[in-house]
């Protein structure tokens, strides 16, 4: 599923038990030239997993799909107007719409070409707001769409996709140590666990993935298959 409208209403029972998208950020960009409103599907009941497709994108990296994510919810918070560098707007300020730039006016005052422009500028901030609410995935939601909701599209969700007790032990070791810009800080700046993880989701590779285990057995101890995997 590429190319959607906005969504208006919820999906049907039926729908909900048999159709579930595989966000697939880039190739949405490159194929259908357009990104997925994930955010809006999400709040609609629509259980969106993260995907990758190495035959429309890039890479097979979830890491960078994640990073796409990112990316493709930006560009829906995109309003500019055909020729318009300012993020020219219809009038009211309706997100998602766009207008010719503003015709210039003959012998008007400084004055008021200020509060023209002042106004103009109230009025696209209250636009990029209301569309980064309606459209904004964060590295963190981009996680979850790589893990706990890809489980839940798959039907999976109950054994796994998190690390609640009773679930199966499916997990990636990732450290920020191995890729040179991952380094410390000397100062222990933003070296919080989480300052950590968004380093390594923004700017990390397969140098950060030091173990991966599938139903509790190491199966990739520090990039190499272990015996398990081999057998």
């Given at each position: ?53 190495v035959a429309g994108g890039y890479s097979p990296s979830m890491l960078c799909a994640m990073r796409h994510a990112v990316l493709a919810s930006k560009t829906l918070q995109f309003n500019r107007a055909n020729g318009c560098a300012f993020g020219c707007t219809t009038a009211g300020g309706a997100a998602g719409a766009s207008a ?132």
């Amino acid at each position: 599923m590429t190319s959607l409208g906005p969504p208006v209403a919820p999906p049907s029972a039926q729908t909900r038990r048999v159709h579930f998208p595989a966000h697939h950020p880039l190739v949405d960009r490159l194929g259908a030239q357009e990104a997925l409103p994930v955010r809006q599907l999400i709040r609609i009941g629509v259980t969106v997993g993260l995907g990758t497709d190495v035959a429309g994108g890039y890479s097979p990296s979830m890491l960078c799909a994640m990073r796409h994510a990112v990316l493709a919810s930006k560009t829906l918070q995109f309003n500019r107007a055909n020729g318009c560098a300012f993020g020219c707007t219809t009038a009211g300020g309706a997100a998602g719409a766009s207008a010719a730039p503003p015709t210039r006016r003959a012998k008007r005052s400084r004055q008021s070409a200020d509060d023209e422009l002042a106004a103009a500028c109230e009025r696209s901030a209250g636009d990029e707001v209301r569309r980064r609410e309606l459209h904004d995935i964060s590295h963190l939601d981009a996680l979850h769409l790589a893990t706990q909701a890809g489980a839940d599209a798959l039907g999976l969700g109950a054994s796994l996709g998190s690390f609640d007790v009773g679930k199966r032990f499916d997990a990636v070791v990732l450290a920020a140590g191995g890729a040179p810009f991952l380094r410390p800080y000397a100062s222990g700046v933003a070296e919080a666990a989480e300052d950590v993880l968004h380093k390594i989701l923004t700017l990390g590779d397969d140098r950060n993935v030091k173990a991966v285990y599938v139903g509790g057995a190491r199966i990739v101890a520090d990039g190499q298959l272990t015996r398990a995997a081999q057998a």
